[in-house]
């Protein structure tokens, strides 16, 4: 199987990042570098997760790094407004399932390409979100807030952490263990056919926008409890990470070929990398450009890896 063989290279890729992390940094291995590893990333990672769904029913959602960033401008201009937190962060998480209705009216009731929905969408947000916070940054959040980003939830482990887990294994049988699951991968094989089979593509598509977008609002609120802060440029970029981790993941860029196992591996994969890049002092240009690569390897890799495989 295709996916399988690829998983398995995912696999042995990770454990030779983990050798030579462990080599080249000693310190890579310590409880609070692991930790920090994922937490750096969180809302990335928890984004990767079900951007992951998205591609695989063919469809992209490029918004996301701005809807994540006008959450968390939401929260913080209603703080700073002297709304009260537990207030602040239930708007700032509405603005994800509104988003995501936006997106999924002009791209499954309006036919609109979601490539072009969501660039536009992605420049809107950004500018509600700057036009919210100016270019100031608001901050001074409650305590209760910034320690539940920053500290640990569960012993040592942080909240976003523990969510982190639970959505992988939450949207891991979801997508292989459910009908909607197979639903999402069938469209994304082929729409028309789906549709004539009396599949509700415009149902499927709406409730993965919503999803996606909604994931992002979560994640714009814990960034705003990691940083302690936000701005209008919060999250800028975060899209291009999230679509590599899944594409590198093995998931077919045109849909219906895909798996959530591939994506873990995938992520485990970058996070290490970033984090050994950065232990042993390469700059931040260079890990962007090894992000880039890792883009273009995440496209051409798993046909590459068929053809050799086939001989």
């Given amino acids: 199987m295709r996916l399988k063989s690829w998983e398995g290279m995912l696999a042995l890729l990770f454990l030779a990042t983990l050798a030579a992390n462990a080599v080249l940094a000693p310190e890579f291995l ?5 930790i920090n590893l994922f937490q750096l990333s969180i809302e990335k990672i928890i984004l990767a997760l079900v ?12 918004s996301v790094s701005s809807v994540l960033g006008l959450s968390a401008c939401v929260f913080g201009y209603l703080v ?4 009260a937190a537990p207030w602040a962060v239930v708007a700032a998480l509405m603005v994800g399932p509104v988003a995501g209705l936006i997106n999924a009216v002009l791209i499954a009731r309006m036919g609109i390409p979601s490539l072009v929905v969501t660039l536009a969408m992605l420049i809107m947000f950004r500018g509600v979100a700057r036009i919210l916070v100016k270019d100031q940054s608001m901050g001074d959040f409650p305590l209760w807030f910034t320690t539940l980003g920053q500290k640990g939830f569960l012993g040592p482990i942080p909240l976003s952490l523990w969510l982190f887990l639970g959505f992988s294994v939450g949207l ?3 997508l292989h263990r459910t009908g909607f699951g197979r639903q999402v991968v069938v469209i ?33 609120v814990l960034y705003a409890a990691r940083l302690g802060s936000v701005r209008g440029d919060a ?6 990470d999230v679509i590599t981790m899944v594409l590198l993941g093995g998931v077919s860029i045109f849909g219906g070929k895909g798996s959530m196992a ?17 232990l042993t002092n390469i700059t931040g240009h260079i890990q962007t450009g090894v992000i880039g690569v890792l883009l273009i390897l995440s ?6 890896w068929e053809r050799v495989r086939r001989g």
């Fill in 262 to 278: 591939g994506v873990i591996l995938s992520i485990l994969i970058i996070l290490n990398l970033r984090n050994g890049m950065a």
């Fill in 299 to 304: 496209v051409l890799g798993p046909n590459l």
């Fill in 51 to 62: 951007m992951t769904l998205v591609i695989l029913n063919a469809e992209i959602d490029l």
């Fill in 188 to 220: 994304g094989t082929n729409a028309e056919v789906a549709r004539f089979s009396g599949l509700d593509v415009a149902r499927v598509k709406t409730t993965l926008f919503v999803m996606v977008s909604s994931m992002a609002a979560l994640a714009g």
């Fill in 235 to 240: 999250g800028v970029g975060f899209e291009l």
């Fill in 172 to 174: 891991g049988v979801l």
């Fill in 30 to 34: 310590t409880l609070q570098n692991q």
């Fill in 80 to 83: 700073h407004e002297g709304v």
